[in-house]
Structures are given as C-alpha cells and as structure tokens.
C-alpha cells in the first residue's frame, strides 16, 4: 500500500514537472516572437577627450563641464542601468539613441555595461557643429542588418545639423525587411516660430525617403524615432509627414503613417519638461503595414513612457521630472534631462 502511495506521489511530482515545462516552453516560444522597439535622448554622451573636428571643450577634464573619466563611468553606469530596466527588465531588442558624440561610446556602453544582451550599433558621424549624433542598438539574436544610412537634412537656407540615421534590419523570424529612421531634429533654440521652418524641412528630407521605399514595396514596415523637437500635433509631423492618431479600431486608415504616439500626448503627458510644461518630443511612428496583423506587428496600446523610479526626481522644483546629469553647468550626477519611450510589437507567423 506505501509502495503505491509512494509511486502515485512520484508521478504526480513528474506530471507536474513535464506540465510546467511545457507551460514554459510556450511561453518561451511566444516570447521569441515578439521583441520591444525604445528611444532615448541620453542627454550629451562625450568622451573626455578633445576632437579638434568638434565642438566638445565643454565636456573635456578642462572644459566648463569638468567632464572627467570618472563622471563619464557614472554616465554610462547610469544609462545602462535604464536600458537594461526597459521591456520589464529584459532590455530593448531595438533602440534609437540621441546625443552620442561618436562610435566608439556606443561599442564601450554595449560592450562593457550591457556585455550579457548580444547588441550591435549602427552608427553614422553627421555635419552636427556639437558633434552629437544620433545611433541604433539592436539585439543581433532577433535581427541582422542590411544597410546603414545617413540621410542629410536638405533645408531651404545655408544651415548645417545632424543626419537622420536610416538603418535597414532583417528580421531572424521571417526574413522581413524593417526599415528604421533615427531622428534628432533641429531644436527650437532660435525660437519656436524662427525654427519651425528647419524641422519641417527635416521632415521633407524623411519623406523623400519613405517616398522612394514605396516605389519599391508599396507597403514597406516602418519605424520612424526619435526626438523631434516638436509635437505630434506640430505641422512637420501633422502636417508634413501626415502622420495622424493612431485608432488600432479603424481599419479604414487615410494616413500612411499612424503616430502611436499621440494618445499620451493627447492626455498631457510629455517625455522632456520645459518650464513647467511637458512636451511629447521623443516619438515613435510607425506605417500602416504594421497593423495588418501580417508578419511584423504593432501591438496596439502598448506605447508607454518609460519612468523607473530611480532616474526620477522624487523632491523639490523638479519633483516628477527626469533625473539629469547636468542642471546648466551644475553636476547632478543622473541619467538624462529626457524619459525614454518604448512599445511592444510581434513577428506573426
């Protein structure tokens, strides 16, 4: 009778395991399919040394900064610490980045801070006075890369700024072609009016580009990012790009690009706060392709701001607000002066 009680406990203890695993393995296999697209200004990534090409004295051991290798570490440490925090703590599977002074910051950051995530960069130097400029970090286990492209903004008058980054990946899953634009348009520092002209001409130079995607593949998957300096309402993303609020309800779509942006920002919500009020200027866009429910997916509604606790300010002034590295000239020791914002799709079968 106790041998049978003891053979009865010991296949159910089996029964269980094997059931567990299963669960798991679906699990895992659901997992493989879908992957996590984020953006991120990490606010002003120099090295320390000086670049004779650039406009980097600021940010030398001797500039107004005092930017040293230590600070540096804490920087990279701190960025780290937010990527790897994103997609519920397993880290962005693409991921575009504002604000890096050159290649070799994004290889030391991937290399040396986030060495467990299989990551590769796409990287390309522009005509930025500052030198700061824009990147892509993808994870290689869901994508390979096709092409790397910078695209120079071609604006009306005598101005230079910097490229918006083209990256053509190739998803591992079914082979589909993603096509992903990086941007960081001109800033509104002459003014808002005064400058409008030159993100709407950045907008011009994204739209030939999406144009000539079509004239191949009517039909192309898309994701534009980025900070944009302006709103989803402003007219080079309303009006110029045309891109409109997303309705994951409407199947009837008038707009090529879908702004999945917008629902937040409607709400009040913003990734950068500038006296007292929040601006959505980090966006993510995508093309109607990528609502078909045919291979490569948005999945609807899950477009966020991506707050942890620790890179917000919990007091004071700026209580709310993102935890900078630097307040002006003073030293804050904190991640970036803008939240990174992330959302979720899937490779259908």
């Known amino acids: 009778m106790k041998k049978n009680i003891l053979l009865l406990v010991i296949l159910f203890f089996i029964s269980t395991l094997v059931s567990c695993s299963q669960k798991e393995k679906v699990k895992s296999e659901n997992l493989?399919?879908?992957?996590?697209?984020?953006?991120?200004?990490?606010?002003?990534?120099f090295d320390v040394i000086d670049d004779p090409d650039k406009n980097d004295e600021d940010f030398l051991p001797s500039g107004s900064k005092e930017w040293t290798e230590r600070k540096l570490i804490n920087k990279m440490t701190n960025l780290a610490r937010v990527i790897e925090f994103m997609n519920d703590g397993n880290g962005p599977d693409i991921l575009g980045v504002e604000e890096v002074e050159n290649e070799a910051l994004l290889i030391d950051l991937t290399e040396n801070y986030l060495e467990n995530k299989n990551y590769k960069i796409a990287y390309s130097e522009s005509p930025d006075a500052r030198g700061i400029d824009n990147g892509l970090i993808y994870n290689s286990e869901v994508f390979g890369i096709e092409s790397v492209n910078p695209l120079s903004i071609q604006f009306d008058e005598p101005k230079s700024s910097r490229?918006?980054?083209?990256?053509?990946?190739?998803?591992?899953?079914?082979?589909?072609?993603?096509?992903?634009?990086?941007?960081?348009?001109?800033?509104?520092?002459?003014g808002l009016k005064e400058s409008e002209k030159f993100r709407i001409n950045a907008a011009e130079t994204l739209l030939k580009e999406i144009d000539k995607l079509k004239k191949e593949n009517p039909n192309p998957a898309i994701i534009i990012l980025g900070d944009f300096n302006d709103l989803p309402a402003n007219i080079s993303i309303s009006k110029t790009l045309n891109a409109k609020p997303i309705n994951c309800e409407d199947e009837n779509r008038d707009s090529f690009l879908q702004n999945i942006t917008y629902n937040l920002f409607q709400k009040g919500e913003g990734s950068y706060k500038y006296k007292d009020n929040w601006n959505m200027l980090d966006q993510i866009i995508i093309s109607n392709s990528l609502l078909d429910k045919v291979g490569i997916d948005y999945i609807c509604n899950s477009f966020i701001i991506i707050k942890p606790d620790f890179m917000v300010e919990q007091e004071g002034k700026y209580k709310g607000t993102p935890w900078p590295t630097f307040g002006g000239r003073k030293y804050l020791g904190g991640y970036s002066d803008h939240f990174p914002v992330g959302a979720k799709f899937i490779i259908n079968n």
């Open 163 to 190: 490229d918006i980054l083209f990256v053509q990946l190739v998803a591992h899953k079914n082979k589909e072609v993603l096509n992903v634009f990086v941007n960081h348009w001109p800033s509104r520092r002459e």
């Open 32 to 45: 493989e399919y879908s992957f996590y697209v984020a953006n991120w200004n990490v606010e002003n990534l």
